[in-house]
């Protein structure tokens, strides 16, 4: 049976996207894509050099991997446009995660200013990638704009808290026709699967990677755990019961002489 994640009509054979922020070390960058087998990575627009690109983070991103360039930096719509435009200006194309974040507390997706950027770029030809709060109504403007898919967070950005707004995803997963790409917040393979089972298209995260004492030994779990929280959503979980259930007949065959 053919499982494939389709964004923007191109088949995306991994369901795991990464960043590229918060190494140690960027030599480290390609090894962590290995482990994780994924097919997108993120870029913080302010982080490549072109004018010296042997000091660029692009340097150590293998050749075949779409980069999804990000608005990081972003306060307004307009700021988002203006990035998104240099990113594709630069070269690296025409995916773009729409970041818009006014908040420098807890860094939440500013929504309203979100979708204002999500259509005009749209118009312009952008594959637009939208990182919101997860509110239906929202998302179904989006989408409605030409969102490729919604991006909701899972915890506030960097936290590694997991899960907190399942619920409001899981309304996201049932009711929307684009892939519901669950950012941020994620820190454990747990949380990961967690996710993949309530059938999430796929996930992205950065800091639980990056911050892990091995990253590269990291990665490779997330994979996994992305890979069996898949697995098992398309499974189809079995019932939950208040009361025991057993496994085989009960009998009383010992008592019977």
């Known amino acids: 049976m053919s499982d ?3 964004i923007a009509g ?3 054979r991994s369901r ?3 960043g590229s922020g918060k190494y140690r070390d960027d030599r480290m960058i390609k090894d962590v894509l290995d482990a994780a087998e994924c ?3 993120t870029v913080a627009l302010r982080r490549i050099d072109f004018d010296r690109p042997q000091e660029s983070v692009i340097n ?3 050749e075949g991997k779409i980069l999804l360039p990000n608005t990081s930096g972003a306060r307004t719509a307009d700021e988002a446009v203006r990035i998104a435009r240099l990113a594709r200006e630069m070269g690296i194309g025409n995916w773009i995660k729409i970041e818009v974040i006014q908040d420098q507390r807890y860094l939440l997706p500013d929504n309203f200013e979100t979708l ?3 259509e005009i770029l749209v118009k312009e030809g952008f594959v637009v990638l939208p990182y919101m709060n997860p509110d239906l109504g929202t998302a179904r403007r989006m989408a409605d704009a030409g969102a490729a898919a919604v991006m909701p967070l899972g915890a ?5 808290r997991g899960l907190r707004t399942r619920e409001l995803i899981e309304i996201l997963i049932s009711e929307m026709e684009v892939p519901v790409i669950v950012d941020a917040g994620l820190g454990l393979p747990s949380h990961a699967a967690e996710a993949m089972e309530l059938g999430a298209s796929a996930i992205l995260l950065n800091t639980a990677i990056a911050s892990s004492d091995n990253p590269v030994q990291m990665a490779r779990a997330f994979r996994l755990a992305v890979e069996a929280g898949r697995l ?3 499974s189809g979980p079995g019932s939950t019961s208040r009361t025991a259930r057993a496994s085989s007949p009960l009998t009383s065959f010992l008592n019977n002489q």
């Open 39 to 41: 097919d997108i990575i």
């Open 232 to 234: 098992a959503y398309l």
């Open 10 to 12: 191109k088949a995306i």
């Open 116 to 118: 204002k950027a999500t």
């Open 4 to 6: 494939e994640l389709i």
């Open 156 to 160: 506030p950005i960097g936290t590694n």
């Open 60 to 62: 150590y991103i293998p």
């Open 16 to 18: 795991l996207i990464t």
